[in-house]
């Protein structure tokens, strides 16, 4: 998926479409072609909308990269399950791989495709841990690593996990026949939740390796530096190894009943805690639209991540006060337990 603008980035991409910003000497889409070819994806489909001619002179057919490029040029937004959708007779009956052309990563995208293989799933995302994932997808899995549900781009109050999606994905066709022709579709806003409600599994794979979404000038100029510095590896720089990875404010919904005071345990990685809970408590019925919350006819908590330190804050109610202290004690020692 190459169709992207990239209008955060236009101080360093001018009027070039953002696939095409170099990356130590090579546009970024180049690597994720390196990518993808040493992973044995050598069959691609490029999907563009935005100002495609640089990217379609400088790649051509892909004989010059060791790979075969077909293109697809939207006339109007499909999103990206839309855009991909546009490209299903090229792609053939069997499973395949999705991945942006404006993303730095080295993950073994083998590994993704033997394990969807074997789940059965109709999507397998790539996942990552990421400390603040406020810019993206946060992804709640199960013991098994079926994915529950998904967050986009929480504030803090709504962070329920420290795992992100990447936008790599590996699909079964099926997973495309709920995705409409010729209209505007994504896969994490309107595929994923579909695919969740008619009973398909979307399962979660935690890749090692490096990942950064260049998005921001910033996060540009970090993903060069782990360039330089060995963190990502890159085909052709030094270190390379083959292989064989504006913040909303939060909006408190009170609970009912009388409240115990509010119990803060601090944490070395918030995010990463409340990936811990949020598995462990899943199968209480657990509910993750306003952060982490438990509930029945006679009691009800909330634990979210702190948005001002590195803590969780947990709240509980009940008709009883003293009931919801000792409840809020309870569910206190349970996340100091996990971060001990």
């Known amino acids: 998926m190459a169709g992207g603008e990239g209008r955060r980035l236009k101080a360093v991409t001018g009027e070039l479409p953002k696939p095409m910003v170099p990356l130590l000497g090579k546009p970024i889409m180049e690597r994720c072609v390196e990518l993808l070819r040493r992973a044995g994806f050598t069959e691609l489909v490029g999907t563009l909308r935005y100002n495609p001619g640089p990217i379609m ?25 839309g855009s991909v959708k546009a490209c299903m007779d090229l792609l053939g009956g069997g499973d395949f791989l999705v991945m942006s052309g404006d993303a ?58 420290d795992l992100v999606s990447t936008g790599i994905y590996a699909i079964s066709p099926r997973a495309m026949d709920y995705v409409p022709e010729g209209r505007e579709f994504d896969f994490a806003r309107d595929l994923f939740p579909l695919l969740l409600e008619r009973g398909e599994r979307i399962h979660g794979a935690l890749l090692e390796g490096y990942w950064c979404d260049v998005g921001t000038p910033r996060s540009y100029y970090q993903c060069c530096v782990d360039a330089l510095d060995g963190k990502l590896r890159l085909e052709g720089v030094e270190g390379f190894i083959p292989p064989e990875a504006a913040r909303a404010p939060s909006v408190s919904v009170p609970l009912p009943w009388e409240s115990a005071g509010a119990r803060r ?3 070395r990685d918030r995010a990463r805690l409340m990936r811990a809970l949020s598995l462990g408590l899943a199968e209480c019925g657990a509910d993750f639209t306003d952060g982490l919350t438990l509930g029945s006819e006679h009691c009800r908590a909330r634990i979210r991540p702190a948005a001002d330190e590195s803590a969780v804050v947990i709240e509980a109610a009940a008709p009883d006060p003293a009931f919801a202290g000792r409840l809020a004690d309870a569910l206190a020692r349970l996340a100091e337990a996990q971060e001990a």
Request: hydrophobic share 35%.
């Open 265 to 267: 345990v601090s944490c």
């Open 104 to 161: 730095a990563c080295d993950f073994d995208l083998r590994e993704l495709m033997r394990g969807h293989e074997r789940s059965g799933a109709a999507v397998s995302v790539a996942l990552c841990e990421c400390p603040e994932p406020l810019r993206y997808g946060v992804a709640v899995p199960d013991e098994n690593w079926d994915l529950r549900c998904f967050v986009e781009k929480p504030d803090w109050g709504r962070v329920v996990s």
């Open 57 to 81: 002179d400088y790649f051509g057919d892909g004989e010059d990269f060791g790979v075969t490029l077909d293109w697809r040029v939207e006339t109007q937004p499909l999103g990206t399950a």
